[in-house]
């Protein structure tokens, strides 16, 4: 191999992993981050009291019922458990699959901050639907309601981190990459390796990075080997004749 090609073939030292993407091509780190925060914060959620109810039938003592968050919006758990599913998706998908993705996380964030808002914006009857939510006896009279702000708020945190990360991937470009080159399929890398070597041994820009090198070499494909000679019948003889 000539020195300049050589030289073009040297490994990137600042290629993460081997792997170096090309210029352009984006990973979804920050939804993937943002994804887990949510669920986490939601998680939480819904093990705080949000609602506390105090009531009273007139013939035992007073009752006081506390409504952790995954009593009083029960979909809480489950929507943390869809946002994790969604992270394992990210790395499985890309494309319009990973946006559409993105528009579904965004919905999950919209239905998750319904709860909240309506607590904190004092919606609807929280004495009723705290009767019936502790199970109250129908003699039972609500006496007293006590709403949770901070369980509402984290909730509300969630529901934002989620909204963000699904924007993200719904505005994710096509050519999005995956989060590392380790999970394309070798077949695939090969096949790219012996492109990019083409491309160097022709004489043009190449990314020639240790990843690429390494998998020209899984290949069978030698980087330090010289072209091979043009075929006889690619160049013309005495004049074009034989």
């Known amino acids: ?17 081997g792997g170096g993407a090309k210029p352009g091509r984006r990973y979804p780190v920050g939804p993937v981050v943002l994804l887990a925060i949510a669920a986490g914060l939601m998680w939480v959620a819904s093990r705080m009291t949000w609602v506390t109810v105090t009531s009273s039938d007139g013939l035992t003592e007073p009752r006081t019922d506390e409504l952790v968050g995954g009593t009083w919006f029960g979909a809480l758990t489950p929507l943390a458990l869809v946002l994790l599913a969604a992270i394992a998706a990210v ?15 965004t919905l999950v964030a919209a239905v998750t901050a319904v709860p909240p808002f309506a607590l904190l914006t004092n919606s609807g009857d929280p004495g009723q639907r705290g009767a019936t939510l502790a199970e109250l006896p129908g003699r039972a009279e609500v006496t007293g309601v006590q709403t949770a702000v901070f369980p509402a708020v984290i909730a509300l945190a969630a529901a934002l981190a989620a909204f963000t990360a699904g924007a993200l991937l719904a505005r994710m470009p096509r050519e999005s990459a995956e989060l590392s080159g380790r999970y394309d399929a070798p077949a695939v890398r090969r096949a790219a390796a012996g492109a990019e070597l083409d491309r160097a041994r022709s004489g043009e820009d190449a990314d020639l990075t240790e990843r690429v090198l390494w998998d020209a070499l899984d290949a069978g494909d030698d980087p330090t080997a010289d072209p091979p000679p043009a075929a006889d019948g690619d160049r013309p003889r005495n004049g074009g004749r034989e």
């Open 91 to 105: 790395f499985a998908t890309r494309g319009w699959l990973r946006r559409f993705l993105g528009v579904l996380v």
């Open 1 to 17: 191999m000539s020195r300049g090609t050589a030289d073009a073939g040297e490994p990137d030292p600042s290629a993460a992993d």
